[in-house]
């Protein structure tokens, strides 16, 4: 009897420790899982937040930029077609102190007529001639002659 005991007892804890390899591996499978899933959505919930952070802030800073030269343009008195010096000079000085680098007159066949900074050249000069044309504020990508 005490061998039938023992054999029975044995056979138990092998039989429960099986079992519990067997619910610990599934339990640590599906856990595994799951916190990849929610790592993976917090990641996309996260990366829309600051897509959308990004955004409003590159506007804010656009649209800073444009009040400022709009307070540049404000800033010297239209008194003819033509400049003088001491309007280029007043320009100048509001340009550096604005934290521009760069300040030019845009020609109607779309150069640059350069009053502070080295020369500009446009990325996509079309398009950034037509939306002058039509009235538009607008914004370009350029470089200069040092490629900055």
């Keep these: 009897m005490k ?14 420790s099986i ?7 599934s339990l640590a499978a ?3 899982g799951r916190g990849a899933k ?20 590159f506007k804010t800073i656009i649209e800073l930029r444009l009040s400022q030269v709009g307070a540049l343009v404000d800033s010297v ?13 007043s320009l100048t000085y509001n340009a550096r ?10 020609t109607n066949d779309g150069l640059f007529d350069m009053i502070y900074g080295s ?4 990325t996509d000069p ?12 607008k914004v370009a990508v350029g470089t200069d002659i040092q490629g900055n």
Excluded at 3 to 16: A, D, E, G, H, Q
Excluded at 19 to 25: H, K, N, P
Excluded at 77 to 89: F, I, M, Y
Excluded at 126 to 137: D, I, Y
């Design 119 to 122: 020369q500009v050249t446009l």
């Design 38 to 57: 929610t790592i993976q959505e917090i990641g996309e919930i996260y990366m829309a937040g600051m897509g959308k952070q990004v955004d409003t802030h």
């Design 77 to 89: 008195p239209p008194a003819s077609s033509e400049v003088d010096t001491s309007a280029l000079v």
């Design 97 to 106: 102190a604005r934290g521009f680098d760069y300040l030019a007159f845009y």
């Design 30 to 32: 599906r856990m595994n």
């Design 126 to 137: 079309e398009a950034f001639h037509k939306s002058l044309s039509n009235g538009a504020s």
């Design 19 to 25: 079992l519990c390899v067997f619910v610990f591996t």
């Design 3 to 16: 061998n039938k005991t023992t054999r029975f007892l044995t056979i138990s804890l092998i039989s429960v």
